[in-house]
């Protein structure tokens, strides 16, 4: 009898394991048909100047939308792609398509796009960026990449080597989400970014907590020490902008200045600079 309901009980257990298993199998097979079933597309989030207030450039951020889950989050899919070995054909993509559109927009205008731990390692990264910057006919100096301080946590051997093969096409190199992460700065010294974006959690609280403001001084200062430009992330009031503005960040980007936008409310922004449209 009590052999009996120990194992109903480790039958509980495996069925419910066996079904998020199945769910995450599901997942992952979804996500395998979506680049060829164009499930995919990019969002472009204005980047702002902090002393002209006007419009620098963009980021593009990936969004899902499957005809059953309907919108599906990158902070949900992007690390079952990571684990899987999908995010290097997802993120080839996202380079293609932001190359694309960059390519439509006037020249002072950059695109800066994300780019996983996963592919960051990728010795044929430097290529596929170069294949794609040739493709579109943009000069590598539109475009920037972001990683995070997530890609220190390996072995960052082969990461410095991509890296500076990048920086030679002209591409700049951006560390995103800046303080939330565990590494040492001692990387900082090796001249291999061009920004440190400061991450919106920082900025948002600012205004109730004086230490966020004392971290944020402290991170201007060592990217100006270094010769980098500073992104301040998550900018939602006219309160925050000051805030940053008077603490010495270079560019702005958060909802006060708008939102990720389709493709073609991006092209509005900038159409009155001449920007073409995009092709196909
Ligand atoms: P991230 O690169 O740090 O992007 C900024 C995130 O903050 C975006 O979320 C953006 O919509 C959101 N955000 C921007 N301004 C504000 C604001 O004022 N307030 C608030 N509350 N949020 C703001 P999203 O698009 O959901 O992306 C989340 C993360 O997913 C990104 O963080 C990035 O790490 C990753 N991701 C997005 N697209 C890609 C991609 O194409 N490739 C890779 N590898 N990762 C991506
Ligand atoms: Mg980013
Ligand atoms: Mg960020
Ligand atoms: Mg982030």
Known sequence: Q???????????????????????????????????????????????????????????????????????????????????????AIGEW??????????????????????????????????????????????????????TEGIFLGDNGPTLDVMKRLRALGVGIALDDFGTGYSSIGYLNKAIFHKLKIDGSFVREAGSRPENVAIIKSIVQLAKSFRMSVTAEGVETAEDFERMRELGCDTIQGYLFGKPLSYERANQMVVGLGAKRLAG
């Open 2 to 88: 009590a052999k009996d309901s120990g194992r109903g009980v480790a039958r509980y257990f495996s069925s419910e394991l066996q079904s998020e298993q199945e769910d995450r199998v599901r997942l992952e097979n979804d996500l395998r048909q979506a680049v060829a079933a164009k499930q995919f597309h990019l969002v472009f989030q204005p980047l702002v100047s902090a002393k002209t207030q006007k419009l620098v450039g963009f980021e593009a951020l990936i969004r899902w939308n499957h005809p059953q889950r309907g919108f599906v989050p990158p902070n949900v899919f992007i690390p079952v792609a990571e684990e899987t070995g999908l995010m290097v």
């Open 94 to 147: 996202v380079i293609d398509e932001a190359c694309r559109a960059v390519a439509t927009w006037p020249d002072p205008i950059t695109l800066a796009l994300n780019i996983s731990p996963k592919q960051i390692v990728l010795p044929s990264l430097p290529n596929v960026v170069s294949e794609a910057l040739s493709r579109w006919k943009v000069p590598g100096n539109r475009i920037e990449l972001e990683v």
